[in-house]
C-alpha cells in the first residue's frame, strides 16, 4: 500500500518563505508530485520530481529525497493568493495517491 | 474544450435515489479517473479508464458504484441507492496517457449531498 503524511495546516505572513512537508511509504516509488486546490476549487498541478534534488518554478520549488522518503513544496515571497490546500501525491499502477492535505493560510 | 468539464456542478438526492455524474475530459487524453473528496480531506482514487477500459476498479467503496466511457472520451460515474456517506465531492481528472499520471488535470468537481 501507500501513504503519505503532511501537516494539516500551515500558517505564513505575507511576504514569507513557507516549506510544506510530505513524508511517504510506498510499494513501489516512481515520484512525487504537488497539486494544490483553492477552496470550491479544483487540484491544479503545481510539480513533478521524479530525481533527487530541487525543482523551481517561479516562486515554487519542490524538493526530493528518495533515500529518506522524503519532500517538500517551498513556498517563497507569499502571496494572499496562496491560500490554499496542498496535497503531495505519488503516482503508482493507475492512480495518484495523495496525502491529506496542508491547509496554508497566509495572513497579512 | 480548454479543460476537464463536469456536470452537474452540485446534486442534491434523496437517499435511496440513483445519480449519474457526467465527465468530458480533455481531447486527447487517453486516461481517465474518478476520485472523492470528502470535506477537508484528501482525494479518494475511485476508478480509472485507459481508453474505454477499466483496468483498475479497485477503490470503488461497493458494487452501488459503477463507471463507463464510450468512444475514449465521455464518462458517467452511477451511484445506485445513494446514502448519506456518499455525500462528497467527485472529482474527475484526465491525462494523455497512465505514465503521465503524474500530471493530472482535475475538473470542478461534482457535489453530491444526499438527504
Known amino acids: 500500500g501507500q501513504s503519505l503524511e503532511q501537516p494539516s495546516e500551515v500558517t505564513a505572513v505575507e511576504g514569507a518563505i513557507v516549506q510544506i512537508n510530505c513524508t511517504y511509504q510506498?510499494?513501489?516509488?516512481?515520484?512525487l508530485s504537488w497539486y494544490q486546490q483553492h477552496d470550491g476549487g479544483a487540484p491544479t498541478f503545481l510539480s513533478y520530481?521524479?530525481?533527487?534534488g530541487l525543482e523551481e518554478t517561479g516562486r515554487f520549488s519542490s524538493f526530493l529525497s528518495r533515500s529518506d522518503s522524503y519532500g517538500y513544496l517551498l513556498l517563497q515571497e507569499l502571496q494572499m493568493k496562496d491560500s490554499a490546500s496542498y496535497f503531495c501525491?505519488?503516482?503508482?499502477?493507475?492512480?495518484?495517491?495523495f496525502g491529506g492535505g496542508t491547509r496554508l493560510m497566509v495572513k497579512p | 474544450g480548454a479543460g476537464v468539464s463536469q456536470s452537474p456542478s452540485n446534486k442534491v438526492t434523496e437517499k435511496g435515489k440513483d445519480v449519474e455524474l457526467r465527465c468530458d475530459p480533455i481531447?486527447?487524453?487517453?486516461?481517465l479517473y474518478w476520485y472523492r473528496q470528502s470535506l477537508g480531506q484528501g482525494l479518494e482514487f475511485l476508478i480509472y479508464?485507459?481508453?474505454?477500459?477499466?483496468?483498475?476498479k479497485s477503490g470503488l467503496p461497493s458494487d452501488r458504484f459503477s463507471a463507463e466511457r464510450t468512444g475514449g472520451s465521455v464518462s458517467t460515474l452511477t451511484i445506485q441507492r445513494t446514502q448519506q456517506e456518499d455525500s462528497a465531492v467527485y472529482l474527475c481528472?484526465?491525462?494523455?496517457?497512465?505514465?503521465?499520471?503524474?500530471?493530472?488535470?482535475f475538473g470542478p468537481g461534482t457535489r453530491l449531498t444526499v438527504l
Open positions: 510506498t510499494s513501489g516509488f516512481y515520484g
Open positions: 520530481n521524479g530525481l533527487d
Open positions: 501525491a505519488v503516482p503508482g499502477g493507475n492512480m495518484l495517491t
Open positions: 479508464f485507459q481508453g474505454n477500459s477499466a483496468p483498475d
Open positions: 481531447s486527447g487524453h487517453t486516461a
Open positions: 481528472a484526465s491525462s494523455l496517457g497512465r505514465l503521465a499520471a503524474n500530471e493530472q488535470f
